[in-house]
């Protein structure tokens, strides 16, 4: 690997790149919407003590949210979208290797994908000025956004080096995070609806008192059975997915009473909660209404006496990011011997 070949293909990426307006609207439409979320968020946490926290989370989920959205349309043609323009030959023929060649487009492509970063760092300011943001939150955050925006950057990347056609490569990009986004929370909410188990409920009868008023009749227990999904059987299904991964690796803001203060916590605490079997004896008892009510768990209590699948998420992610990446340099390789039909080589 040669730093500095790799340094000239970045610059002229990035050259290309610069040079469209475009992209300098699509910079401009990022800052507008984060204007909007910061002060809506704002409103939203400001009865809380911690605000900053609340909305130092919200806009990093944003952020994490565009770069999933726009980072495939930037990544997604970088290497056979040179190939089509007959640019990528003349590449080839220089002492630059394919390697060189292809980590050279995942890093222009990880730039383009900080370059929203950037943008979202007044905003970032301003949720610490208003306080109640951890330092620990912020390296963790912004270093599991970072490796999140190359994970994206390189599934881009890759497919644009496997396949031959821009718009084939790029639709693939988009299907794969789609399928990390929202695929995950499909296979979660269908896998733990499909499984079930059965539950007893036991209560008190309510029936007519001799004063003429309706209560419990303490004397006696009233039985009844019902299917409960299993959620705790499927939960893993969420741990490869970006916004779950970034919120479970993320530390937690709690109050006094040790609820969290952060869009981080809430999520983190969604996710842990499903990890839990569901009871399935319930005992409802009006006579004794306050008997079970010290056994409820507090979020930070749940999140704490839970497992982490951040990093099982996080390595589901870089497999695949890497196995792409390898499929690319030997895809792109040359001399080639093979290549698809109609396939502009110079």
């Known amino acids: 690997m040669n730093l500095q070949r790799i340094g000239v293909i970045v610059r002229l990426e990035l050259v290309q790149r610069l040079r469209s307006v475009s992209w300098y609207v699509l910079l401009g439409v990022f800052a507008a919407i984060l204007v909007g979320v910061t002060a809506l968020s704002y409103f939203v946490f400001s009865w809380q003590q911690n605000a900053g926290a609340g909305v130092y989370s919200v806009v990093v989920n944003i952020v994490l949210l565009l770069v999933v959205l726009i980072s495939p349309t930037l990544s997604g043609n970088a290497i056979n979208g040179d190939r089509e323009n007959a640019t ?8 630059a290797s394919t390697a060189e060649i292809v980590f050279a487009k995942l890093f222009a492509a990880v730039l383009t994908g900080l370059a929203f970063l950037a943008v979202a760092v007044p905003f970032l300011l301003f949720s610490m000025v208003v306080g109640g943001v951890s ?3 912020i390296v963790v955050s912004l270093l599991v956004l970072l490796a999140e925006i190359v994970i994206v950057a390189a599934i881009g990347v890759g497919f644009s080096g496997i396949l031959a056609r821009p718009l084939f490569s790029v639709a693939a990009t988009y299907l794969t995070v789609a399928a990390l986004v929202f695929g995950t929370v499909i296979v979660f909410v269908l896998g733990g609806t499909a499984v079930r188990s059965e539950a007893v409920s036991y209560s008190r009868p309510y029936v007519e008192q001799d004063n003429g008023e309706w209560g419990a009749d303490c004397t006696r227990w009233e039985t009844s059975t019902y299917d409960v999904p299993r959620f705790d ?6 741990s490869a997915n970006p916004f779950v991964v970034l919120a479970d690796a993320t ?6 009473h040790g609820n969290a203060t952060d869009l981080f916590g809430h999520l983190k605490f969604g996710v842990r909660s499903a990890q839990l079997p569901p009871q399935l004896e319930q005992r409802w008892d009006d006579c004794r209404p306050y008997e079970n009510e010290d056994e409820r768990k507090t979020m930070q209590e749940t999140i704490e006496g839970s497992v982490p699948s951040w990093f099982v998420g996080l390595g589901v992610q870089a497999l695949i990011a890497g196995v792409l990446i390898a499929g690319a340099i030997a895809r792109t390789a040359t001399p080639a011997r093979r290549l698809p039909p109609g396939t502009r080589i110079a």
Do not use: G, H, N
């Open 88 to 95: 990528l030959a003349a590449v080839q023929l220089t002492l």
């Open 135 to 137: 330092p620990l939150t």
């Open 251 to 256: 530390p937690v803001t709690y109050d006094s």
């Open 233 to 238: 059987y499927v939960w893993w299904a969420l």
